[in-house]
């Protein structure tokens, strides 16, 4: 997903933050769990907490991203709104309900493309 990321509609213009120690915000560490993705919304300045989850998810994945952001509120910058986006393969029932009432979370599926295509010059061989 790093890789792609200038490729990915997040629905908002997110960057992968960088804490003041130079500390990325992939896999950023916290002392309550690994935030998959701390990221910074370029328009407004809100901070967007990103959790994968790369099989079907449960409604578990909502408190999880809530204790996260939770964290950010209150160790980063209290000022700044926290949202969070939940990003799986698939989604079953359960977290749909618990996002009703969690409206400042998210969740959106991803789907892999894969390609094949000709090696370049200098390897095909």
């Known amino acids: 997903m790093e890789r792609n990321w200038g490729?990915?509609?997040?629905?908002?213009?997110?960057?992968?933050?960088?804490d003041e120690h130079g500390v990325s915000g992939r896999q950023y560490p916290t002392e309550?769990?690994?935030i998959d993705f701390l990221c910074k919304d370029r328009s407004d300045?809100?901070?967007v907490v990103?959790?994968?989850?790369?099989?079907?998810?449960?409604?578990v994945v909502v408190g999880q991203t809530?204790?996260?952001?939770?964290?950010?509120?209150r160790n980063l910058e209290s000022s700044a709104p926290?949202?969070?986006l939940i990003i799986a393969n698939e989604i079953d029932n359960k977290p749909h309900y618990a996002l009703d009432v969690a409206t400042?979370?998210?969740a959106r599926q991803y789907r892999v493309q894969f390609e094949l295509v000709?090696?370049?010059a200098d390897f095909a061989r």
């Open 50 to 59: 990103i959790e994968l989850k790369r099989g079907r998810t449960s409604d």
């Open 66 to 73: 809530q204790r996260y952001m939770g964290w950010v509120k």
């Open 118 to 120: 000709e090696p370049e």
């Open 104 to 106: 400042n979370i998210s």
């Open 7 to 18: 490729r990915i509609d997040f629905g908002r213009p997110l960057e992968i933050w960088l």
């Open 32 to 34: 309550v769990g690994y």
């Open 45 to 47: 300045g809100a901070f």
């Open 82 to 84: 926290v949202y969070g």
